[in-house]
């Protein structure tokens, strides 16, 4: 079974707008931390945001917070205001002993 | 403060020669980690490293293998080539003891022909 779920394979948005990006996992496991990475065409993973299970706000970095739903397992990417440079690849993931990454949602932001 | 470093940033090898990648992570950072990046497999968890023990492996065979030096530094060694193993291999440092947060190199995008 999957542990990190990515159901929007790619999105579109248009600029100044806002986007969420969907992500649900599944652990048993009491602690865990979860995360969002992009990864624009160069290739480098960028890290974004970072929520642990026992965090009791939603985190957030800038334009990037984190809608955290625990009871739902559901880790919501939102971006707001987005940039034509936000067009890339954004990967959720899962740490438990090692990280465990979606699929990833392709976002292209239109002018 | 430096980010984490890995080198070369391309390769290209034939099936059957083996290759060595290599990290330097961010200063100060134990932890050194490797993932595989293919279209079809998504991302993977290869092994980490702390504190130069290996500290967990993923599911991939043993032709892939890797080390930590003293000072952090990590090295990944995959014998024997085969065309599968062509990807793009990540390489992430972190500080486990304050925080989870990893910070990822740009990888080195190896081409098996």
């Known amino acids: 079974a999957q542990k990190i779920t990515q159901t929007q394979p790619g999105m579109f948005v248009q600029e100044k707008e806002a986007v969420t990006l969907d992500c649900t996992y599944d652990?048993?496991?009491?602690?865990?931390?979860l995360f969002w990475y992009k990864q624009p065409s160069s290739g480098e993973m960028i890290f974004l945001i970072y929520?642990?299970?026992?965090?009791?706000q939603n985190a957030t970095e800038g334009r990037y917070s984190l809608n955290f739903q625990k009871a739902r397992k559901s880790a919501n990417l939102v971006i707001s205001a987005s940039q034509l440079g936000d067009s890339a690849m954004y990967f959720c993931?899962?740490?438990?002993?090692?990280?465990?990454f979606g699929k990833g949602t392709k976002l292209s932001v239109k002018p | 403060k430096a980010g984490v470093t890995q080198t070369p940033r391309y390769l290209i090898k034939t099936r059957g020669q083996q290759v060595t990648l290599s990290c330097s992570p961010i200063s100060g950072h134990r932890s050194v980690s490797w993932y595989q990046q293919t279209p079809g497999q998504g991302l993977q968890f290869l092994f980490e490293y702390f504190s130069e023990t290996q500290r967990n492996k993923g599911n991939f065979p043993g032709r892939f293998s890797g080390r930590q030096f003293s000072n952090s530094r990590s090295e990944m060694n995959v014998s024997t080539l085969e065309l599968g193993d062509s990807a793009l291999y990540l390489c992430?440092?972190?500080?486990?003891?304050?925080?989870?947060?990893?910070?990822f190199g740009s990888g080195t995008q190896l081409s098996v022909l």
């Open positions: 992430a440092s972190s500080d486990r003891a304050t925080n989870e947060k990893l910070f």
């Open positions: 652990t048993s496991d009491p602690s865990y931390g």
């Open positions: 993931a899962m740490r438990e002993e090692n990280l465990i």
């Open positions: 929520q642990g299970s026992y965090d009791q």
